[in-house]
């Protein structure tokens, strides 16, 4: 199977659609048709192209990992998207997103945040192309991340304060949501990861895919072929869709590395929130539970509907992994390989230190969505 | 068939009056059912019932908070459909949720547990047309009443459909934006209404920033009349009570009659 273009009204077998109040319905639907329109554009596509070349840095090398593959068992290539511009894979759908909402008029941008990894990528794009720029963040993910709200006020934009609910990234969605309904004449939502309406989760993965595209062409030159398996974080889902695409018709085991404590596909129950149907960790009444993550990038109680679909398939299998086993993963990639990740992507690292014994001799390729500077206050408190 | 939403709301319209169609949060409060009731009585031609949802996208602070502070009371859709079962609130009712809660009970479900609850009407606002067939489906099967959005960013080709689709009245969002009161009417309530009114037969209320007398009576010179939700709950969260809550309703009615 292969990871296809959604429905004309953006469904992946039973999940996705288009769950917003009608007065955003005329931005989703303008947005598709441009989306469609920009992504066949050849000058587009250069123009896009060049930026992620000499702006954001790409292409990210593949790192084949001797010590910790000795130590694990298995051989272990990372797919250094924390080397971009901005430390993580987030820039590749912000410039993606900021030139198709430059070409279609719009002169602002708002986004939500949690680790803030996407904010600040947002107000870099914001910046560059000479955006406005409002950013949505949990009270709760303000205090956790105190020098990404400080880079993205340096940047020139606005952050504001997400204080309704749990305080953390579905929080900032909502508010980015009705932002984004009094504002939709003017401002593009950039959302950042596979989900809300469509055209996102579709959209996003497809400014991702350079990911996964890479990742192919640098394991047909390392490996031969495919590797046997390709694990990434899953919170949205957006680096994992990003390198999923590029290995989904090959033989490849998928998975996804879900925080236990906000494991969407784990629990299995579909749900309506945020402008698409998915899975989505609920209690029986329909309210959405809080999902609770040592990593302010994972703390997402949903996940992206093409996900659920890979799930629901059969095609991705999606592992739950603990704060503490997060711990010790983040310290094994910094000690072993000198690479500190993020906490998100430590989530990867831990299932397949946890997962080694089925996958003994086996390659594995990582996608190490982000670095994990932001991540060494909140780690020292931790461990001291 | 016309269900007894639009039954009244045409009727009040035939005798030359304007529509008024109060909100409040189910559960809000020990005396929210009295405050329905009494909301009735002062002259409400229809009551939305909103039933709390965690992740209200459509909705401002007001009723964000009315949400929040009646889901930690313990309010449950299945609890405010049964205290509306047993109730005789004396006008047709709508509920207004968000998909979700609907889709969580089974859309068959959702709408026989309204109609067997007295309920005439839902409104469900992050369904627009193009996930709706579920939905209207259950509801049509249940002889409930399907509320349906124009926004003041609809096109006009897809007015005529949203009108067709719509039972008991079309609501026309008054403005871009979320719930809440604002010091003045928005010049784009009356544009829309005057859209919508253009090509339908069917009640035209618009609700989303009319929060006083006045702006509803501004309004009511194109459209049918007005929901007015922010307002209303804003006093249930003051404390008002069902006669303080009903004091704000009846001047809204008296403005609305003169």
């Given at each position: 199977?292969?990871?296809?273009?959604?429905?004309?009204?953006?469904?992946?077998?039973?999940?996705?659609?288009?769950?917003?109040?009608?007065?955003?319905?005329?931005?989703?639907?303008?947005?598709?048709?441009?989306?469609?329109?920009?992504?066949?554009?050849?000058?587009?596509?250069?123009?896009?192209?060049?930026?992620?070349?000499?702006?954001?840095?790409?292409?990210?090398?593949?790192?084949?990992?001797?010590?910790?593959?000795?130590?694990?068992?298995?051989?272990?290539?990372?797919?250094?998207?924390?080397?971009?511009?901005?430390?993580?894979?987030?820039?590749?759908?912000?410039?993606?997103?900021?030139?198709?909402?430059?070409?279609?008029?719009?002169?602002?941008?708002?986004?939500?945040?949690?680790?803030?990894?996407?904010?600040?990528?947002?107000?870099?794009?914001?910046?560059?192309?000479?955006?406005?720029?409002?950013?949505?963040?949990?009270?709760?993910?303000?205090?956790?991340?105190?020098?990404?709200?400080?880079?993205?006020?340096?940047?020139?934009?606005?952050?504001?304060?997400?204080?309704?609910?749990?305080?953390?990234?579905?929080?900032?969605?909502?508010?980015?949501?009705?932002?984004?309904?009094?504002?939709?004449?003017?401002?593009?939502?950039?959302?950042?990861?596979?989900?809300?309406?469509?055209?996102?989760?579709?959209?996003?993965?497809?400014?991702?895919?350079?990911?996964?595209?890479?990742?192919?062409?640098?394991?047909?030159?390392?490996?031969?072929?495919?590797?046997?398996?390709?694990?990434?974080?899953?919170?949205?889902?957006?680096?994992?869709?990003?390198?999923?695409?590029?290995?989904?018709?090959?033989?490849?085991?998928?998975?996804?590395?879900?925080?236990?404590?906000?494991?969407?596909?784990?629990?299995?129950?579909?749900?309506?929130?945020?402008?698409?149907?998915?899975?989505?960790?609920?209690?029986?009444?329909?309210?959405?539970?809080?999902?609770?993550?040592?990593?302010?990038?994972?703390?997402?109680?949903?996940?992206?509907?093409?996900?659920?679909?890979?799930?629901?398939?059969?095609?991705?299998?999606?592992?739950?992994?603990?704060?503490?086993?997060?711990?010790?993963?983040?310290?094994?990639?910094?000690?072993?390989?000198?690479?500190?990740?993020?906490?998100?992507?430590?989530?990867?690292?831990?299932?397949?230190?946890?997962?080694?014994?089925?996958?003994?001799?086996?390659?594995?390729?990582?996608?190490?969505?982000?670095?994990?500077?932001?991540?060494?206050?909140?780690?020292?408190?931790?461990?001291? | 068939?016309?269900?007894?939403?639009?039954?009244?709301?045409?009727?009040?319209?035939?005798?030359?009056?304007k529509c008024l169609v109060p909100y409040?949060?189910?559960?809000?409060?020990?005396?929210?059912?009295?405050?329905?009731?009494?909301?009735?009585?002062?002259?409400?031609d229809?009551?939305?019932?909103?039933?709390?949802?965690?992740?209200?996208?459509?909705?401002?602070?007001?009723?964000?908070?009315?949400?929040?502070?009646?889901?930690?009371?313990?309010?449950?859709?299945?609890?405010?459909?049964?205290?509306?079962?047993?109730?005789?609130?004396?006008?047709?009712?709508?509920?207004?949720?968000?998909?979700?809660?609907?889709?969580?009970?089974?859309?068959?479900?959702?709408?026989?547990?309204?109609?067997?609850?007295?309920?005439?009407?839902?409104?469900?606002?992050?369904?627009?047309?193009?996930?709706?067939?579920?939905?209207?489906?259950?509801?049509?099967?249940?002889?409930?009443?399907?509320?349906?959005?124009?926004?003041?960013?609809?096109?006009?080709?897809?007015?005529?459909?949203?009108?067709?689709?719509?039972?008991?009245f079309?609501y026309a969002?008054g403005?871009?934006?979320?719930?809440?009161?604002?010091?003045?009417l928005?010049?784009?309530a009356?544009?829309?209404a005057?859209?919508?009114?253009?090509?339908?037969?069917?009640?035209v209320l618009v609700g989303v920033g009319v929060g006083t007398p006045?702006q509803a009576v501004e309004v009511s010179a194109v459209a049918d009349g007005a929901v007015v939700g922010?307002a209303?709950?804003?006093?249930?969260?003051?404390?008002?009570?069902?006669?303080?809550?009903?004091?704000?309703?009846?001047?809204f009615?008296?403005a609305l009659?003169?």
């Amino acid at each position: 199977m292969t990871m296809t273009d959604p429905t004309a009204t953006g469904r992946f077998g039973d999940f996705g659609g288009m769950y917003v109040p009608e007065t955003l319905i005329p931005a989703c639907i303008e947005l598709d048709k441009a989306f469609r329109e920009a992504w066949t554009d050849p000058t587009f596509r250069s123009e896009l192209d060049h930026l992620l070349t000499t702006y954001a840095g790409r292409p990210s090398p593949l790192t084949e990992c001797a010590n910790l593959s000795e130590e694990l068992g298995c051989r272990i290539l990372l797919k250094r998207e924390d080397l971009n511009h901005t430390g993580s894979h987030k820039i590749n759908n912000v410039l993606g997103q900021a030139l198709l909402a430059k070409r279609m008029g719009k002169t602002r941008l708002v986004a939500e945040t949690g680790a803030g990894q996407h904010g600040v990528a947002t107000a870099t794009a914001a910046a560059l192309f000479d955006m406005e720029c409002v950013v949505y963040m949990g009270t709760v993910d303000i205090e956790r991340q105190k020098l990404n709200v400080f880079r993205m006020k340096l940047l020139g934009s606005e952050v504001v304060a997400a204080e309704s609910g749990s305080q953390t990234l579905k929080d900032a969605v909502n508010e980015a949501m009705r932002y984004w309904v009094s504002a939709v004449q003017d401002t593009h939502y950039c959302l950042g990861s596979v989900m809300g309406p469509h055209p996102y989760p579709w959209m996003v993965r497809e400014f991702h895919r350079v990911i996964g595209d890479e990742a192919r062409e640098q394991c047909q030159a390392l490996l031969g072929g495919a590797p046997d398996v390709v694990v990434a974080c899953v919170g949205g889902g957006s680096n994992a869709a990003g390198i999923f695409a590029g290995f989904a018709d090959t033989d490849a085991v998928l998975v996804g590395a879900e925080p236990a404590g906000g494991a969407a596909v784990g629990r299995a129950v579909p749900g309506i929130v945020h402008g698409s149907k998915s899975y989505l960790m609920q209690d029986e009444w329909g309210q959405v539970l809080e999902a609770e993550s040592i990593s302010a990038g994972l703390d997402y109680p949903g996940i992206g509907p093409e996900h659920a679909h890979l799930a629901a398939s059969g095609r991705a299998r999606y592992e739950p992994v603990s704060d503490a086993e997060v711990v010790e993963a983040f310290q094994l990639l910094s000690r072993t390989e000198g690479i500190i990740p993020a906490l998100e992507s430590a989530h990867a690292i831990a299932w397949i230190a946890k997962a080694k014994d089925e996958f003994q001799g086996k390659s594995v390729l990582i996608n190490l969505s982000g670095r994990g500077d932001k991540d060494v206050n909140q780690m020292m408190d931790i461990l001291q | 068939m016309t269900g007894a939403i639009e039954t009244a709301l045409r009727a009040r319209r035939s005798d030359g009056g304007k529509c008024l169609v109060p909100y409040l949060t189910g559960g809000l409060g020990d005396d929210w059912l009295e405050t329905v009731m009494a909301v009735a009585d002062a002259g409400a031609d229809a009551i939305e019932i909103g039933v709390p949802f965690s992740d209200p996208v459509m909705d401002g602070p007001t009723i964000q908070a009315a949400n929040d502070r009646s889901l930690e009371a313990g309010t449950t859709p299945q609890r405010i459909l049964d205290a509306l079962r047993d109730a005789d609130i004396g006008v047709p009712m709508a509920v207004m949720t968000y998909a979700n809660v609907a889709y969580r009970m089974g859309w068959e479900r959702f709408m026989n547990e309204l109609r067997a609850s007295g309920v005439s009407g839902c409104i469900l606002p992050d369904i627009p047309l193009e996930e709706a067939d579920e939905w209207t489906q259950a509801a049509d099967d249940a002889v409930v009443e399907t509320v349906m959005f124009a926004a003041p960013t609809s096109p006009d080709e897809r007015l005529p459909r949203i009108a067709e689709r719509a039972g008991g009245f079309v609501y026309a969002v008054g403005l871009l934006g979320i719930t809440g009161v604002r010091a003045d009417l928005a010049a784009s309530a009356l544009e829309i209404a005057g859209r919508v009114k253009a090509i339908t037969e069917k009640p035209v209320l618009v609700g989303v920033g009319v929060g006083t007398p006045a702006q509803a009576v501004e309004v009511s010179a194109v459209a049918d009349g007005a929901v007015v939700g922010s307002a209303i709950v804003q006093r249930m969260l003051d404390g008002a009570g069902p006669e303080g809550v009903a004091e704000l309703v009846h001047d809204f009615r008296v403005a609305l009659d003169a």
